[in-house]
């Protein structure tokens, strides 16, 4: 048996050397929709939110799930995000639309599903995917990696709420270490991550929202329009804050409410820049940016081979 690879990590604020400890859920559990929904690249990485499910036995914790008020800078998701569906075209992708006001400096409240660090700093482990996380996954047996490649990855991040949380991925193993480090430096530098879950088989295809900003990185499809199998599906991509880093190409804009950040000179916190902190510590471990692209602006986007 394969022994569980623990890799702990210190932030700016870590106060101890030991892994995430166990922390009060509180009731009620909260809907999907607070925190992390569809993640929609154009190599679509993450599920609608309706269609995420939380990790096994796990449920909010702390006495800000279903908070009422703003927590520093963020405040709770409106009552209808990741709720009203969309009109969706050909592909399954809608009409870009006006971004609404309550998300044009988006800065939500993050809901706890895996439990946050007890000590406030980061932390991170490595280990083969349970079969329990791989059945919640988009992974069949149809894919084109091993589940044995992949890895299961839990990493902290520093919320918009300004607080310590975990998040979790499914990654190639090779990937695994340098996605902590990527982490670890973003939790350090304070950046802001807005929720980070696995996606669903069914999120990948369920009617668009618009409104998805989930940090993600496996999902078993192929690139949009091609039939070429994403980085995504091979555990090498991750997309992140899809909403304050969106998708571009011609009229398609996805999440396709995002529009109103399309203007980059506007910089809003969790956006991605060029030369910024986000840019950089992907580029230490070598993976490039959708955001260099020159046909299309994936700024969400990067990967080991820059596709």
């Not at 209808?80 to 309550?102: D, N, S």
């Not at 000590?119 to 044995?148: E, M, N, Q």
């Not at 993600?216 to 555990?235: E, F, I, L, T």
Request: proline share 10%.
């Amino acid at each position: 048996m394969r022994r569980l690879l623990i890799i702990v990590l210190a932030g700016t604020v870590a106060t101890a050397c030991s892994g995430p400890a166990p922390h009060p859920p509180a009731p009620p559990t909260p809907t999907a929709t607070s925190a992390a929904g569809k993640s929609a690249s154009g190599e679509g990485a993450a599920g609608e939110s309706a269609a995420a499910t939380s990790p096994e036995g796990a449920s909010a914790s702390g006495a800000d799930a279903g908070a009422e008020r703003p927590i520093g800078n963020a405040t709770p998701a409106p009552d209808w995000l990741g709720k009203r569906l969309l009109p969706a075209g050909p592909g399954g992708v809608a009409a870009a639309q006006e971004t609404p006001p309550e998300l044009r400096h988006r800065s939500i409240i993050t809901t706890d599903y895996l439990p946050p660090p007890a000590d406030g700093g980061f932390h991170a482990t490595i280990r083969p995917v349970p079969a329990s996380v791989l059945a919640r996954s988009s992974w069949t047996s149809a894919c084109p990696v091993k589940s044995t490649d992949l890895r299961y990855v839990t990493v902290g991040f520093r919320g918009f709420d300004g607080r310590a949380h975990t998040g979790e991925m499914i990654v190639h193993r090779r990937a695994a270490d340098g996605l902590v480090k990527v982490f670890g430096t973003l939790f350090a530098q304070g950046y802001p991550i807005e929720g980070m879950r696995i996606a669903s088989a069914a999120g990948l295809t369920a009617p668009p929202t618009g409104d998805g900003n989930g940090t993600d990185a496996y999902a078993c499809r192929p690139v949009r329009g091609r039939q070429a199998w994403s980085q995504h599906a091979y555990g090498l991509a991750v997309d992140v804050n899809p909403f304050q880093n969106p998708y571009h190409r011609g009229k398609v804009v996805l999440p396709e409410l995002a529009t109103s950040y399309l203007d980059r000179a506007d910089v809003r916190p969790g956006m991605i820049e060029p030369g910024g902190p986000v840019v950089k510590a992907f580029a230490a471990i070598g993976w490039k940016w959708g955001g260099d692209y020159h046909s299309l602006k994936d700024y969400m986007h990067f990967s080991a081979n820059g596709g």
